[in-house]
Structure formats: structure tokens, C-alpha cells
């Protein structure tokens, strides 16, 4: 009898700690997702309301908005853009780290995520000179890449961990076959590991998406996202609430709508090579 009340006692204290996680990490969302349907007297009204007549005024406006829908578009082509560059150079710099052995490899390797682990603004002034003279600013191909430099280190070091799980045994039994080493890469170790393909993936869309600092100073009015367009709201002695959290509500719809895309591969990549034997 005491067993069970403890194994009670223990399972409301384990729903309650799941519940106050759960609460924290959601009511920012919730709270942002509501205020884009309040209008701008509920929005300051205090005591907050938790009950009110919802609406869409901030959404029509924003989907009415050629500057906004052109925003989403460029947001949408460099992520879309530097994901797929980021899985094709990196798989091939992964699979060489995960397969050879030459002299400086390690170092190599290391050096890739020491130069990610350095703050970004580091480099921002090198760069922007840099794109200046290549005429690189304001260009969806000048963000795109260097998305992508900054994605490859994360990109190659999470696909490594994926390529060495793989039995190189696989890929000798496909050279006896009379298969190349591209062709057993392509059609034997790359489908073992498409969950973390996916997962490597979504992680970079996730940078990609996010990116603020490079995307405000390298790019310009062309070239525009989503996260330096939210900024313009702010303004110096008012704060467009709605508008602000109606643009971040729509801005965190395709990630979201990716990661439940991918979600059983998702969950695969991550858990592989957890178990082994």
C-alpha cells in the first residue's frame, strides 16, 4: 500500500514538473500568437486580457503588403538555397573525414568548428569590405553563401558523426559488386542515413532562417528577411506590437511545418548510432 502511494505521490510530482516545463517554454508562443489577434487596446490593457474579440486586422495587412510578401519570398529562397548547399558540400567533407585518414585531418576538422565557435560579429567588418568590392551586398547569392560558410561547420561535424556509424563493411561489399566509391555513396551509405540527412537539415534551415546580423549588414532592400524586417518596428518612441507579433507568427510557420514534415526522420537522426551492438 505504501509502494503505491508513493508511486502515485511521484507520478503527480513527475505531471506537474512536465506540466511547469511544458508552460514555460509555450506561453511565449501563446502569448505571441494571441496578441496578433487583439487589437491595439486589448494589447496594453491591463490587467492583461485573456478573453476578447479576435482580429485579423494585422495579418491583412501584412498579406496585403508587396514589401512583406516579397520578404517572405526572399527568406524562403536563401534558407531553401543554403540548406541544399550546406547537404551537398558538407556530406562530401563529412564522408572524407569519416573515411580517410591523411596527416592534419583532426586538425582539420577542429579547426571547422573552432572558427563556428567564434562570435560572428568578428567578422562582419572584413566581410563587409570584402563584399563591397565584389559587389556581393544586397544580392540573394552573397547571403546564400555566406549562410553557407557559416552552416558547413555544424553541417560536416553532425553528417560525420551519421557517415561513421555506417560499417565500412557496407561499402566494401558494393565495391565487390563492381560499384565505384560514388556510386556506393550514392546508392548505399546516403539512403542509410537520409534520417540524418534530414536532421542535419532542418537544423540548418533553422540557422539559416534565423540569421539576423549577417542578413542586416551584408544585405539591403532587395534582399530583405524576415528577421531584419521584424526589427523595422521598432520604432524609436513606439512599438508596432501587432504588427510585430502577427510578422513573427507567420515567420514561425515553415519551420515548424518542416520539422512535422520530417518529424519520423527527424527523430531517427537524432537517436542514431544512440544504440549500438
Not at 498579406?63 to 540548406?83: A, E, H, W
Not at 577542429?110 to 570584402?130: D, G, H, N
Not at 565505384?180 to 537544423?203: H, K, N, Y
Request: proline share 6%.
Amino acid at each position: 500500500m505504501r509502494a503505491n502511494n508513493l508511486k502515485w505521490v511521484r507520478n503527480v510530482a513527475m505531471f506537474f514538473v512536465v506540466a511547469a516545463v511544458w508552460i514555460f517554454y509555450f506561453f511565449p508562443i501563446y502569448w505571441m500568437v494571441t496578441t496578433s489577434f487583439k487589437t491595439r487596446v486589448d494589447t496594453f490593457s491591463i490587467p492583461p486580457k485573456w478573453l476578447f474579440w479576435p482580429t485579423i486586422q494585422y495579418y491583412i495587412s501584412s498579406f496585403t503588403d508587396p514589401k512583406f510578401l516579397k520578404v517572405i519570398q526572399n527568406s524562403l529562397i536563401i534558407t531553401g538555397t543554403t540548406v541544399l548547399f550546406s547537404l551537398v558540400l558538407g556530406a562530401w567533407a563529412a564522408y572524407a573525414f569519416a573515411r580517410f585518414r591523411f596527416k592534419g585531418s583532426l586538425a582539420m576538422s577542429f579547426s571547422l568548428i573552432i572558427a563556428r565557435m567564434m562570435p560572428p560579429i568578428v567578422f562582419i567588418v572584413p566581410l563587409y569590405l570584402l563584399f563591397n568590392s565584389l559587389k556581393l551586398r544586397n544580392t540573394h547569392i552573397g547571403l546564400i553563401l555566406i549562410f553557407t560558410v557559416f552552416n558547413l561547420p555544424f553541417t560536416v561535424w553532425m553528417l560525420k558523426s551519421f557517415f561513421e556509424e555506417v560499417p565500412i563493411e557496407l561499402e566494401e561489399a558494393a565495391w565487390i559488386d563492381g560499384a565505384s566509391r560514388l556510386q556506393a555513396l550514392g546508392r548505399v551509405i546516403l539512403p542509410l542515413i537520409a534520417p540524418g540527412l534530414a536532421a542535419t537539415a532542418v537544423f540548418a534551415a533553422l540557422l539559416a532562417w534565423n540569421e539576423f546580423l549577417f542578413a542586416l549588414l551584408l544585405g539591403g532592400p532587395d534582399t530583405t528577411t524576415l528577421p531584419v524586417f521584424l526589427s523595422g518596428f521598432l520604432g524609436e518612441r513606439d512599438v508596432e506590437w501587432g504588427d510585430i507579433m502577427a510578422t513573427a507568427t507567420v515567420a514561425v510557420l515553415p519551420p515548424t511545418l518542416l520539422v512535422m514534415l520530417v518529424q519520423q526522420n527527424l527523430i531517427k537522426g537524432l537517436t542514431l548510432g544512440a544504440v549500438k551492438g
